[in-house]
Structure formats: C-alpha cells, structure tokens
C-alpha cells in the first residue's frame, strides 16, 4: 500500500522560517497531486497549497509571497517552505497526497500531521 512520512514543524518566533517535508512511498503508479492542509484551534482544515503533477501550484491568499511549495518526483516527496511566519500561521500542518495505485485505483491518503507554533 502507501505510507507517508511527514517531518518538520517546531517551534519558531514571529518572523521565523520552517520546513515540512512529506515522503511517499508504496504502491505507487503515480501522484496526482500533493498538498498541505493546516487546522488551528477551533478552526476548521483549510488548504494552505497545492501542486499539481504538472507543476500548477494553488496558494492561500495568507500565505502568498511567504510559502513555497515544492517537489522532489524522484523521491515522491513534496516540501513547504515556509518564511516569515505569523502567530496566526500555528497549526497542525497535514500533508496530503491524491495519486494512482498500482491497481490503476486512485485513491488520497494523508500523513499525521505536524504542530507547526509561532510564539515570542
């Protein structure tokens, strides 16, 4: 099947950089698209970005200019960058990956999430 490792997140102070980073590996025919997704305290997941297999990326309007999303196709591993970092940017950050089976089946699956926490 598939398995996806997430990695990064920490603790930063306002102004800070972090990156996530997010392997996936199993049966894989191919990825569709790769993401990260964010949920604070008492909000609902909100997409932060996207990037297709293509190269179409699709940013949050509150992370434009801030976060860069990027991918390693070798290593089936999708990263964010992300710089100058706000207290609003604290949440768990997920990972999620739409690909194609080897069964041809395409399916999502999501990793376990990372505390990303901006504070002085």
């Known amino acids: 099947q598939v398995q996806l490792v997430e990695s990064g997140g920490g603790l930063v102070t306002p102004g800070g950089s972090l990156r996530l980073s997010c392997a996936a590996s199993?049966?894989?025919?191919?990825?569709?698209?790769m993401g990260w997704y964010r949920q604070a305290p008492g909000k609902q997941r909100e997409l932060v970005v996207s990037?297709?297999?293509?190269?179409?990326?699709n940013y949050a309007d509150s992370v434009k200019g801030r976060f860069t999303i990027s991918r390693d196709n070798a290593k089936n591993t999708v990263y964010l960058q992300m710089n100058s970092l706000k207290p609003e940017d604290t949440a768990v950050y997920y990972c999620?990956?739409?690909?194609?089976?080897?069964?041809?089946?395409?399916?999502?699956?999501w990793g376990q999430g990372t505390q990303v926490t901006v504070s002085s």
């Open positions: 999620n990956v739409d690909l194609t089976l080897t069964t041809r089946a395409r399916t999502t699956y």
């Open positions: 199993g049966s894989i025919f191919s990825i569709n698209v």
């Open positions: 990037i297709t297999s293509g190269g179409t990326t």
